[in-house]
C-alpha cells in the first residue's frame, strides 16, 4: 500500500471510530426525525384535553353551526343567565364564554375567563371567531351555513400559461413551495456539514503541527502527498457521513407507523425534478471540498491547536452569513440578495438550490454558479498547496496577517 493510501486509511479509520462522529450523526437525524414526527411528539408529550368554551347567544340567529368543536376547543350553547355562566368560568366548569352580539350585521364577541388562556389557545379561539364572524356575514344574505362555509372554502384552481416558446416552463405554486421545503434542508445540511468537517480538518492539522508529530511525518512524505491524504480521508468521512444519515432517516421513515411518513415524503419527492437532485449534490458535494482545502491550508497557518477557532472564525461567519440569506430568500426567492449570494462559491450551495427550485431560471445560472465554485475549488488547491508546503512547518507568533508574511518569506 503506498504512502498515501496509507495516511487515509489511518485518517478515516481514526476518524470514522471516534464518538464525535457517531454523536454528529445522531444530531442530524435526531433534528430531521423531530421536524418529520413533530405532530406525533406534540401529541405524545404535549397532548392536552380540548378547552371546555360556553358560547352564550345574544343574536336572533341560529349560531350553533358557526362553532365547530375541534381537538383544540370544545364549544358547549349554555341557555343559563349571562352572570351564571360567569361563575361557572370562575369555578372551572369553562375555560372560557363568549358573548357573541350583532352589532351592525356583524358578530362582536366578549371573551370572558377566569385564569388567562395560553398564547395558543387564545390564538386557536381568536381565528375561529374570526372565521364564525365571515360565515355569520355570507349568512346574512339568506344562505345556509354549509352553503356560506363552501363559498368561503372554494378555491380557485390557477394554472401557469408561458407565452415564452423558447423559455422554461414556470413552475406551479405546489412546486416551488416543495422546492423551498427541499432547498432549506439541503442548505441547513451544508452549513452543518460546512461548519463540522471545517473545523475538523483544520484542528486535524493544528494538532498534528503543534505536537510536532508532522516533522515526524513530513521526513518521509511529501507536504503535497500529506494535504491530499488530508483531504481525501476527510472527504471519504463526509460522504460516510451523508451515506450513513440517508440509510438511518430511510430505515426509520420505512418502519415507523409503517412506513406512512415515507408514503408522506413520496409525493414531495416526485414533484423534485432529476436536475434539481443533482444540482443539490453537486452543490453539496463541491461545498465540501473547498471548505476542506481552506481547512487544511488554515489549520497549517496556525502554530497551535488552540488557535484553530480563531482561524476558521472568518469562513464560520460567511457561512453563518450564507445560512441566514437561505432563510431570508426562503420568503422572497426572487430577491437581488438571493440572486448574488447565489454565485458566490462560498454560499452557492446553500443559496443556488433555492433559486433552482423555487424560481423559474434556467441551466444557465446553475451550471454558472457550478463553474464559478469548481474554479475557485481548484484555484484555493493549487494556493493551498504552495502554502502548505511553506507553512506546515514554520512556526511563528502573532496574527494571521503576521503568519501569512512569515510564510510567504519561505522557499520550497
Request: charged share 15%; no cysteine; glycine share 6%.
Amino acid at each position: 500500500m503506498s504512502k498515501f493510501w496509507l495516511l487515509v486509511k489511518q485518517l478515516y479509520t481514526e476518524k470514522i471510530k471516534a464518538k464525535s462522529f457517531i454523536v454528529m450523526l445522531a444530531i442530524y437525524v435526531g433534528v430531521i426525525s423531530i421536524v418529520m414526527f413533530w405532530s406525533d411528539i406534540k401529541a405524545a408529550f404535549f397532548e392536552s384535553e380540548a378547552l371546555e368554551i360556553a358560547v352564550i347567544n345574544e343574536t336572533d340567529a341560529d349560531i350553533d353551526a358557526l362553532f365547530q368543536s375541534n381537538s383544540d376547543l370544545a364549544f358547549t350553547f349554555p341557555t343559563e343567565a349571562n352572570n351564571e355562566v360567569e361563575m361557572e368560568v370562575i369555578d372551572g366548569d369553562y375555560a372560557a364564554a363568549i358573548f357573541i352580539k350583532d352589532e351592525g350585521n356583524s358578530l362582536s364577541a366578549e371573551i370572558a375567563t377566569y385564569e388567562p388562556l395560553t398564547f395558543n389557545d387564545q390564538l386557536s379561539l381568536s381565528s375561529t371567531l374570526q372565521y364564525a364572524g365571515k360565515l355569520y356575514e355570507v349568512q346574512q344574505l339568506d344562505l345556509s351555513a354549509e352553503e356560506a362555509d363552501k363559498i368561503l372554502q372554494s378555491e380557485t384552481v390557477i394554472t401557469m400559461k408561458n407565452l415564452d416558446e423558447a423559455s422554461v416552463g414556470g413552475k406551479s405554486e405546489d412546486e416551488k413551495a416543495i422546492g423551498i421545503v427541499a432547498s432549506m434542508l439541503v442548505g441547513s445540511l451544508i452549513y452543518g456539514f460546512l461548519i463540522s468537517f471545517l473545523s475538523m480538518i483544520t484542528t486535524d492539522v493544528a494538532s498534528e503541527k503543534g505536537s510536532r508529530v508532522l516533522e515526524v511525518l513530513l521526513a518521509s512524505v511529501k507536504p503535497s502527498t500529506h494535504l491530499i491524504a488530508k483531504l481525501t480521508g476527510t472527504f471519504l468521512l463526509a460522504i460516510t457521513q451523508i451515506a450513513a444519515l440517508i440509510l438511518v432517516l430511510a430505515v426509520i421513515f420505512m418502519t415507523v407507523d409503517g412506513g406512512s411518513k415515507m408514503d408522506s415524503l413520496q409525493p414531495m419527492i416526485e414533484e423534485l425534478s432529476y436536475s434539481y437532485i443533482g444540482y443539490a449534490f453537486a452543490f453539496l458535494i463541491l461545498t465540501i471540498i473547498l471548505n476542506l482545502i481552506i481547512g487544511a491550508l488554515l489549520g497549517s497557518l496556525v502554530s497551535k491547536v488552540e488557535e484553530a477557532g480563531q482561524a476558521v472564525m472568518p469562513m464560520t461567519i460567511i457561512g453563518i452569513i450564507g445560512f441566514y440569506v437561505l432563510i431570508f430568500g426562503a420568503q422572497s426567492p426572487d430577491t437581488m440578495l438571493v440572486k448574488v449570494f447565489s454565485y458566490i462559491p462560498f454560499t452557492s450551495g446553500m443559496v443556488m438550490p433555492l433559486r433552482i427550485g423555487a424560481t423559474d431560471i434556467g441551466a444557465f445560472e446553475p451550471m454558472l454558479a457550478l463553474g464559478i465554485l469548481v474554479i475557485t475549488s481548484i484555484i484555493a488547491f493549487v494556493i493551498s498547496l504552495s502554502f502548505y508546503k511553506r507553512s506546515v512547518l514554520t512556526y511563528s507568533t502573532g496574527g494571521m496577517i503576521q503568519k501569512i508574511k512569515t510564510m510567504l518569506k519561505v522557499t520550497t
